[in-house]
């Protein structure tokens, strides 16, 4: 396959898959975020590959200079320092005009920081809102939480260590009752989950600690509609001709309600 995209470890450099290892092994060209970081990882297991960089700063002009060998038929690799390229990483521009060319392309999938991190949180979820990096600044963050406070799915966001302590005094602000989960240095030694109100979470973290994170928000409290009123929305809802799971998921967004619970609860009203 002339296009791989490869997913590596997000931490522990054994949760490397053996198909991305064979992949970097084949490769003619294996381009990375970081050389010196991809480096580590293959002298890990044994592999020596051609290395040469592809970041932000050089995406538009090495995805240009790629496309021609592609379509030549050479096998490239690409990762990111950690998880699936395209994923907040640079790659999608090279993915995308493989694509457009004619070029096939692979993924190879692997670890995530952040489904990681949805497991780690202990809190539940039909569906999850990904939010990327978190915007910088007290005014864009308070926007943001405005935002938020609506979405009644479980919302999942990277942050740099140096700015979390301002950014969850800010959640708290907000909403200092909302669940949340601060998930550090996922799969490596000293990995750390500490979950609580938010208000209880910021205290903890009143300093900037160390090391890579993931931040997940829980739901939002359900809203005013009780839950015999949201199942019998659903009911409603498929006896005007809707699928009983999208009457399910459709009223669980409006309310807030988990979807699950009111499938079950419209079968027993049948």
């Excluded at 601060?182 to 750390?192: G, I, P, Q």
């Excluded at 979950?195 to 829980?218: D, M, N, S, Y």
């Amino acid at each position: 396959m002339p296009l791989a995209v490869c997913a590596t470890p997000i931490g522990n450099l054994e949760d490397v898959t053996l198909r991305v290892l064979a992949q970097l092994k084949n490769a003619d060209l294996v381009l990375c975020e970081d050389t010196r970081r991809t480096r580590i990882l293959l002298q890990r297991h044994g592999i020596t590959a051609r290395l040469a960089s592809y970041h932000e700063h050089n995406e538009a002009k090495r995805s240009a200079e790629m496309l021609p060998r592609l379509e030549a038929g050479e096998t490239i690799a690409l990762v990111s320092d950690a998880g699936l390229p395209g994923v907040n990483d640079p790659g999608m521009r090279l993915v995308s005009a493989a694509r457009d060319a004619g070029v096939p392309v692979t993924v190879l999938p692997g670890p995530s920081a952040v489904e990681t991190a949805l497991v780690a949180s202990g809190f539940s979820f039909d569906r999850y809102q990904f939010a990327g990096y978190l915007p910088r600044g007290e005014r864009a963050l308070g926007v943001f939480w405005e935002a938020v406070a609506g979405w009644p799915d479980v919302v999942v966001a990277f942050e740099s260590p140096q700015r979390l302590p301002a950014t969850l005094a800010s959640l708290a602000a907000a909403m200092p009752d909302r669940p949340t989960a601060v998930c550090r240095e996922l799969t490596k030694a000293f990995e750390e989950v500490v979950r609580g109100p938010a208000q209880v979470v910021a205290e903890h973290f009143g300093t900037a600690p160390k090391g890579e994170i993931t931040l997940v928000i829980g739901h939002a409290p359900a809203r005013t509609t009780s839950n015999r009123e949201a199942v019998a929305a659903v009911v409603e809802l498929v006896g005007a001709g809707i699928r009983r799971r999208q009457a399910a998921d459709l009223v669980a967004r409006l309310t807030g309600a988990s979807a699950n619970a009111l499938y079950r609860g419209s079968l027993d009203l049948v």
